[in-house]
């Protein structure tokens, strides 16, 4: 087995561990602790395997990280030309993530390789337990930002129909920019956005409102500066944590049409996002 095998197997099992949470569920950034520990097993487990190459292949599963940096910056690149244009210190970047715990994989390797018994089954049970911990940890993320984006949609529903009975109710005001006339209930406390904050569609500026932030996700609504009734409003639930994957983006209308976007873009929902639910 040539050394640039040796090495490419290597490259392959560190972009496996570090790809495995892009595969899954798109990770913008996989759980830095946890992955590093699953490069660590698995650069040891190498060690174990093969002894007399241990740095090249650890050298490999540190290179791993960098193929999967290019293969996302290629991607996004050719979605958006504008995602990666700090990508020198992107590379730069995973090149420091990933050869850190890769040579501490090899050291560990190679300390402990003659107090075990079966060095060959011991690398093979390093390589597989951190394969595991990697999907494992992606599995687990993906689910809980599965349920977080649930949670919104249900939380925008029930706002967006909440708007449509508060105007039944009060047809001289209108729609309401107040969340806690809504008669939606939220863990967190009710606050007045910035007034420097807008949202522009079209013709239209909406600004002032309130918003709450709940599970992860930041509920707002904002209303056309007018009097009273009030006709128009732009209600928004942008998640918090972008670094993992970034969520789906909710937004809805006096339309009574829920949407969705990613990738960021909270002032495009409305124009640019899918239609997931249109209330009756």
Known sequence: MTVTVVELIGVGLGALVWGLSHLIYHAGAPPIAITWGA????????????????????????????????????????????????????????LALGFPPAVLGVLLGNLVRRKVPAPQLGGIALVTLALGVAAASAIATASDMNRMETL????????????HAFRAAHPLRGFTCNLGELGVPFSGPINKNHPAESYRLGRVVYRGGTAVIEDGYRYSVKCEDKPDPQALFILTARPLDSIRRPPDIFCAG?????????????????????????LN
């Open 39 to 94: 490069l660590t097993v698995a650069a040891a487990g190498l060690a174990l395997l093969r002894p007399g190459v241990r740095w090249q292949t650890g050298s490999g599963v540190g290179i791993g990280l960098l193929a999967v940096t290019a293969v996302q910056i290629i991607v996004d690149g050719i979605r958006d030309p504008t995602s990666h244009n700090l990508f020198p210190f992107e590379i730069v970047i995973a």
């Open 152 to 163: 919104a949609l249900k939380k925008v529903g029930a706002l967006s129909a909440a708007q």
């Open 254 to 278: 006096p339309d009574g049409a829920i949407r969705s976007v990613r990738f960021g873009k909270l002032y495009s929902c409305i124009a640019e996002g899918r239609i997931v639910e249109i």
